[in-house]
Nanobody
Framework: QMRLVESGGGSVQVGDTLELTCTVS????????MGWFRQAPEKEREGVAA???????TYPDSVSGRFFVTKDSRKHTLYLRMRDLQLEDTAVYYC??????????????????WGQGTQVTVSS
């Protein structure tokens, strides 16, 4: 059973940079792709990044150029570096994983393992 634990959230100001971490345990096979999602109050969960097993990264327009996803396979850890944070980036951020080589940030229903989330609050 794969277990995901996010960390690194916090309160920042507009324009700041923050890096989230997602530690993966319970699954040593690297044949899984991963994504980052967020959910703001009274809004649907939305994908903000996806990372395929071949290193392909995809992002929605809302965060492209500001968010960057990386993975350290040796440490089984996924990162999301967020720069130039805006008020609308305030949300609970989740990492997720699914077996296979390709992940889509537009398909949260395909992910089988989720972390508990970490709060990111951006203020002016």
């Amino acid at each position: 059973q794969m277990r995901l634990v996010e960390s690194g959230g916090g309160s920042v100001q507009v324009g700041d940079t923050l890096e989230l971490t997602c530690t993966v345990s319970g699954y040593t096979d690297d044949n899984y792709c991963m994504g980052w999602f967020r959910q703001a109050p009274e809004k649907e969960r939305e994908g903000v990044a996806a990372l395929d097993t071949d290193g392909t990264r995809t992002y929605p327009d809302s965060v492209s150029g500001r968010f960057f996803v990386t993975k350290d396979s040796r440490k089984h850890t996924l990162y999301l570096r967020m720069r130039d944070l805006q008020l609308e980036d305030t949300a609970v951020y989740y990492c997720a994983a699914k077996k296979g080589t390709t992940c889509w940030f537009t398909r949260p229903y395909e992910y089988t393992s989720w972390g508990q989330g970490t709060q990111v609050t951006v203020s002016s």
